[in-house]
């Protein structure tokens, strides 16, 4: 549980880092990376800017691996959701009282 929890944290930390950092990228550069680089459709870019999830399998080197990128838009200020990982690093090492 705290394992999977860290994980979750790490996770959520790298993504609030590459938003913070990747923040100057144009909406069409960011457009193209995805097109070229991820494969995503025009169509699939468009249901990120509307708000939905958006999931892709990756071709992988070998058959044993499996790769999916996700996306998905986070109406916020980064900062906003830089405060989540102290949040749940938090509730995690707090004694839990609902039993």
């Keep these: ?21 990747g923040g100057s990228q144009s909406g069409l550069d960011l457009d193209a990376f995805l097109s070229k ?7 699939q870019i468009a249901a990120v800017r ?6 892709l399998n990756l071709k992988s080197r ?6 999916v990128f996700g996306a998905i838009y986070v109406n916020a200020d980064p900062g906003k959701y830089l ?4 949040t749940l690093t938090a509730s995690a090492n707090s004694p839990d009282t609902s039993r």
């Excluded at 394992?3 to 590459?18: C, E, N, P, Q, S």
């Excluded at 509307?50 to 999931?55: S, T």
């Design 83 to 86: 405060v989540l990982p102290t």
């Design 50 to 55: 509307n708000g939905e999830p958006v999931a």
């Design 62 to 67: 070998i058959p044993n691996e499996i790769f």
């Design 1 to 21: 549980m705290k394992h999977t929890l860290m994980r979750a944290v790490a996770i959520v930390v790298l993504i609030a880092g590459f938003s913070i950092f």
């Design 37 to 43: 680089n991820i494969g995503i459709s025009k169509d």
